[in-house]
């Protein structure tokens, strides 16, 4: 499985934007490349995912390198709620759906 | 919808003991999940379900079973508990496998002692 690279954690004030960096430079032509997070004591929550081109939605916004080696998970207004770790997750496009989760990136967001 | 729900939520099993976790979802997904996590680690997929009556090894299976008789419901089971099984459970759940959000249910904590 293609591996991912994340920072151990990051901080942020709160209502400001965050940038969540994630490099995987073995990325095949056709990995998906999945954001999910997990808050304290809960399951993983789906956050976005893209293919190759930038993706918004309701949570968040993910901006994809031109070459694929890395991606950005973009949280516009850090609030408190949004304190969890974050996992950048390549899924293989072959079907299966399987999740291979590293050990992510903690977030933490002050007042 | 109750989403994915599991149980029990809190369970203590000694060393050799057997038992059953329960998950089930009520969105007709056709694709359901078994994760194990350890502390301060990321999930690691034990086992999983395409369809009722189709399952598969994922990356540590062994030590737990599973069946998958219906659409809604996939059991896991721990046969012969041991220590190293201690962990959090989360069973998941998705439409299918091709680029479709997984659902996560709330978790069981295990403790085997």
């Known amino acids: 499985d293609a591996k991912t690279t994340q920072p151990n954690s990051m901080e942020s004030n709160e209502e400001e934007p965050v940038h969540l960096p994630c490099n995987h430079s073995?990325?095949?032509?056709?990995?998906?490349i999945h954001w999910y997070r997990q808050l304290p004591s809960q399951g993983p929550e789906y956050v976005i995912h893209?293919?190759?081109s930038n993706v918004n939605n309701r949570m968040a916004s993910l901006a994809i390198a031109e070459d694929r080696k890395s991606s950005t998970l973009i949280l516009h207004r850090a609030t408190l709620r949004d304190a969890a770790v974050y996992y950048c997750?390549?899924?293989?496009?072959?079907?299966?759906?399987?999740?291979?989760f590293g050990t992510g990136t903690q977030l933490k967001v002050e007042l | 919808n109750a989403g994915v729900t599991q149980t029990p939520k809190f369970r203590i099993l000694k060393i050799g003991q057997s038992m059953t976790l329960q998950c089930a979802q009520d969105?007709?997904?056709?694709?359901m999940y078994w994760y194990r996590q350890d502390p301060g680690m990321g999930l690691k997929l034990i086992y999983y379900s395409v369809g009722a009556g189709i399952t598969d090894k994922g990356e540590v299976p062994n030590g737990y079973n599973v069946s998958r008789s219906t659409t809604e419901d996939f059991p896991l089971r721990l046969e012969l508990a041991a220590p190293s099984q201690t962990s959090v459970y989360f069973c998941?759940?998705?439409?299918?496998?091709?680029?479709?959000?997984?659902?996560f249910g709330p978790g069981t904590r295990l403790t085997v002692t």
């Open positions: 893209g293919l190759t």
């Open positions: 969105m007709n997904h056709n694709y």
């Open positions: 998941a759940s998705s439409l299918s496998g091709r680029g479709y959000e997984q659902y």
């Open positions: 997750i390549l899924r293989d496009g072959g079907g299966g759906n399987k999740l291979t």
């Open positions: 073995t990325i095949s032509g056709t990995d998906y």
